[in-house]
């Protein structure tokens, strides 16, 4: 499957962004899905899962601030991000996995898409 993630920006603290992720190749709807961030000088961690079900995980970081969805009709992952803090500052991934589990380590996802920029300023 090929990922393309979009819909990153800048955006002052307390502010929104959506992110979407458009999925090509694969039956969407198989995979479980998942978001990724990683800010400069840091390791990738994982944000948000949803499985194939839309049962949702989140990092305690987002946990209340943002909201992971899937449209499987238009092959197309989402992150909600409200509240946004400098913090999140970071390049977004998302990622497909073919395990029915939600994993937040990276090697259990087995495609990732280019990543987008996400800048909050204080």
């Known amino acids: 499957v090929q990922l393309q993630a979009s819909g990153g920006g800048l955006v002052q603290a307390g502010g929104s962004l959506r992110l979407s992720c458009a999925a090509s190749?694969?039956?969407?709807?198989?995979?479980?899905m998942a978001w990724f961030r990683q800010a400069p000088g840091k390791e990738r961690e994982f944000v948000a899962a949803i499985n194939r079900s839309s049962g949702t995980y989140y990092a305690d970081s987002v946990k209340g601030r943002f909201t992971i969805s899937r449209d499987n009709a238009k092959n197309t992952l989402y992150l909600q991000m409200n509240l946004l803090k400098p913090e999140d500052t970071a390049v977004y991934y998302c990622a497909a996995d073919t395990a029915p589990s939600m994993g937040v380590m990276t090697y259990e996802y087995d495609y990732w898409g280019q990543g987008t920029q996400v800048t909050v300023s204080s």
């Open positions: 190749g694969r039956t969407f709807s198989r995979f479980v």
